[in-house]
């Protein structure tokens, strides 16, 4: 049986495409498992709802007392995907996922076309797969927020960039051999450089400017030379940036009336450091993530660094650690920076280390890799456990068997066949193995029921017919002491974050709520003060990830209760009250409740379960002596 040739494979387009691909196939199990996630992701797709409810395409807050927060470009994809795919009502996150999952698709595409362009097809495509398959990159395809698709621009304008740099120093060699001028830089680069730098800021704010000018800078310092620059395009350049991005800077100054501008000067990096409010976090964080965040590509990163170092007079080698370098030593310095922020550098960490294979490997780059790919794997073994113990169940034991199969066995190959000399194998197999070990991972988090709060809290409402979506019972819904944003995602927008007091006068207006246990007293205490009635209809518990809390929700119906009937009147009889008590309506208010001359027959509060008619109990403190009140359902409420 002969071997498949992989460099028929891969020729061409081809190579490019098959990275993608592998994008696709790693990112694909997030996208379709994961629930809906806190905080980010679940603030960035009510915006984009709100959109398709309002019809409003300027404003990305998140409420009315938020801040502009974010820019439009991936708002508006979210929110076509969703009108294509789904519709705004059903609340599947899986719609507004779509961009990411293309941004994935799109930086590895980039990462294989601009490094199969400077160092071969074979060295392309590995390129393009290890940064598809990385867990950084396919976790973040599956989720709905700027990181991803911002990437897939900002590699794809520095792909192009990196072309242009090294056609732009061949022409300089041969004009300077020849005594003439350099040819002219291709156009077409030209527009994916400029068109990739107006994507990354539409879609994720000013990120890849800073990484693309800092590369830009970097070369500059390391050639001693800028003139090349000038030959860029900057004029067409300049204008595609504003055809691209100044409708909107336009549009949105005149919709918040400027005050997105005051925004984005009272609050951003340079003043939360002057400030003193900056979190400044671990230096070397992003380093210590890197060997599980990276994986499978770790294997390969002494690679690089040797590659990196020993080759930096080629121009392809040049760009790359220009790219990479400058950048990650902002990140790591930077305060307020999330883990994920130095993914659009790891594709210049996949081209060094495409470039290591295309080459003999020396014994420090195979020991150091296969122990690298073992700690990467020990990282995930460390992780898999620790879910399985805080949060696991039946379930989860059942994917974490294969996720942590998986890693391990990608780590210990990958690293027998790159010490046996066998590089571009250990790179294959351990891209394959990743893949599957990333799938499996996905189905190991979904079944974490503990930390799905919110989706559980939404089905527990709809069972318990508290959900304002059914119509029985009108919105929002008063939460106490659980604030994410998924549950305004998941509940359509009819959900609001209140204080205890609050929440007891939505009771009064028949709206259900939410109440953490910590806020469980002071919410009874308003009740009592309102003269308000609830009955408790269930409980989620589990743990709130974003600040590592465990919370118990109990859910609240409101009381209606109509007056008692009247006992026949002492006084003479053309005195006498006579006629029946009506019920309440549905259109009644909360006053008309408590009328004063409704004498209430219990201490109001939660309301205990009522005694059965025929059952023979003594009196107690507990018995009311007169006929029990008749309890009413709330608005629309089905007959109990």
Known sequence: MERPDLDRLIQGWRGALLAALVALLAGLPGLLMTPVLDRTEARTVQVSARMLDQGDWVDTRYDEEDRLRTAAGLHWLQAAST????????????????????????????????????????????????????FLMSTLAGVAQPSALAAGFIVLSLAALGRLYVLAREGEA??????????????RLKLMAWGGLAGSILVGGLGGLVVIGLTLIALGVMDRRWRWMGRIGWLGGLCLLAVVIGPWIIAATVSTDGRMWNDLLEDNILTRMVQGRADWGLPGRHLLLAPLLLFPATLLVPAALATGLTRRVEPGVRFAVAWLVPSWILFELAPDLMWHQPLPLYAAAA???????????????????????GLGGLY??????????????????????????????????????LYHRMAVTAALVSIALGVLAHASLAGLMRNLEPLWVSPRLDAAMVEAGLHPVEGRYRGPVAVVGYDQPSVMFLFAGAARSVTPEEAARAILERRPAVIEDREDADFRAALSRLGA???????????????????????????????????????????????????????????????????????????????????????????????????TPAPDEPDQ
Do not use: K
């Open 351 to 373: 081209w060094l280390a495409s470039a290591a294979l295309v080459r003999p490997m020396g014994r420090f780059a195979r020991w150091g890799g296969a122990a690298l790919a």
């Open 83 to 134: 009108a294509a795919f789904s519709d705004v009502e059903d609340r599947d996150v899986r719609p507004y996922r779509l961009p990411s999952l293309l941004g994935a698709m799109l930086a590895a595409w980039a990462c294989a076309w601009g490094a199969g362009a400077l160092f071969g097809a074979r060295a392309g495509f590995l390129a393009g797969a290890l940064l598809g398959s990385s």
């Open 174 to 187: 041969e004009a300077s051999a020849s005594g003439g001028a350099p040819p002219r830089l291709p156009r």
């Open 533 to 631: 009635e609830v009955r408790a209809e269930g409980q989620v518990e589990g743990v709130n990830y974003a600040n590592g809390d465990r919370v118990s929700l109990t859910l609240y119906r409101p009381i209606v209760r109509a007056p008692s009937p009247r006992r026949e009147a002492t006084r003479p009889a053309e005195e006498a009250v006579v006629g029946p008590v009506p019920y309440l309506t549905p259109d009644d208010d909360a006053a008309t409740a408590a009328t004063p001359e409704q004498e209430p027959t219990e201490e109001p509060g939660v309301a205990a379960p009522q005694p059965d008619a025929d059952a023979s109990e003594p009196e107690g403190p507990d018995t009311p002596v007169q006929s029990p009140p008749v309890e």
């Open 380 to 417: 995930m073994l460390g992780a898999s456990l620790y879910a399985l113990s805080e949060f696991g169940g039946e379930a989860s034991q059942a994917w974490a068997t294969p996720t942590i199969g998986l890693t391990l066995a990608a780590a210990a190959i990958g690293g027998f066949l």
